[in-house]
């Protein structure tokens, strides 16, 4: 009977030793954990990425910290006209000698080269503020959706409503003191605030179309009623036919606000939008924005 239980016992143990020298061929108790993804290094002093459909964030650097946005600032002036009741986007405005004035006073600001005295349609102007980032489409905006009897009045009440969205989206880090982003300087935001501005934005397909459109020909009406074919805006994001998925969103650069990008790009169902702010030329801008999509699309 003794002899009995010592054969059982002696069986289990050969059956674990052999179990285990399975399990060690096999590779099981020696498998080497999945490779951790490693955040980039950007030259950007902040970056900031989350996952639009779920607003995860996906990536950080100093993005709450406040920093000069440059014409980034832009995406507001269009997320404030595009928010417009009963926006007619055909309607016309007559381009004023003020609106070139101010591309000269602020030494010949980036513009759409709009002639005075065109009509110029709301959706043309938009184009023409999105695309080659015209300072002189985006005054003739803040002119036409501001309350007033003044340019100056009507001026004031619109970037009133650029914060006034600010405030709504529950921005504490985001002041707007242009329609432009040539401030004065309190014209200021972070890599998370810009990011969700552009997030909000892009709900508006009219946005979403423009952001992504590389290049488009504008059709004025000049002061005599004739036709003008003006000359092709190029958009001057470098991600939209460099990187695949891009759809958006807007260049930024100044002075202060050195070199910034607020990016969106969608691979296989999934969209990420981030921002990056005070990077250090306009390559590296790019080429920060791409290293922060691909982490984030791994992730």
């Excluded at 972070?190 to 934005?201: E, F, M, N, Q």
């Excluded at 397909?205 to 009623?225: C, E, L, M």
């Excluded at 036919?241 to 260049?251: E, L, R, W």
């Amino acid at each position: 009977m003794k002899t009995g239980i010592k054969d059982v016992r002696f069986r289990r143990a050969a059956a674990v030793v052999m179990t285990t020298g399975a399990m060690f061929a096999t590779g099981a108790l020696t498998a080497a954990p999945a490779t951790a993804l490693t955040a980039p290094t950007i030259a950007a002093k902040g970056g900031y990425v989350m996952n639009n459909g779920t607003a995860r964030t996906l990536y950080t650097k100093a993005a709450d910290t406040r920093r000069s946005t440059g014409s980034t600032t832009k995406i507001m002036t269009a997320k404030v006209v595009l928010s417009q009741p009963n926006l007619n986007l055909d309607a016309k405005v007559t381009v004023q000698k003020a609106y070139s004035d101010y591309i000269v006073q602020n030494n010949w600001a980036s513009n759409a080269k709009l002639i005075v005295g065109d009509k110029v349609t709301v959706r043309q102007l938009l184009y023409g503020l999105m695309l080659p980032s015209g300072c002189d489409a985006a005054y003739a905006l803040a002119d036409k959706f501001g309350s007033g009897s003044t340019r100056a009045a009507r001026v004031k009440s619109f970037i009133g409503k650029m914060n006034k969205q600010a405030r709504d989206l529950g921005l504490a880090n985001t002041h707007f003191d242009s329609f432009d982003g040539i401030g004065r300087g309190a014209n200021y935001s972070t890599p998370r605030d810009l990011t969700k501005i552009a997030s909000s934005a892009m709900k508006n397909s009219t946005f979403r179309s423009i952001v992504k459109t590389k290049k488009y020909t504008a059709k004025t009406t000049t002061r005599t009623g004739g036709t003008r074919t003006m000359a092709p805006w190029t958009n001057t994001n470098p991600l939209l036919g460099t990187y695949t998925g891009a759809i958006g969103v807007k260049t930024g650069s100044g002075p202060e606000a050195k070199y910034c990008l607020v990016f969106a790009a969608t691979r296989n169902g999934k969209t990420v939008i981030g921002t990056v702010l005070a990077s250090t030329s306009s390559t590296s801008r790019a080429s920060d924005a791409k290293k922060m999509m691909d982490y984030a699309f791994r992730r």
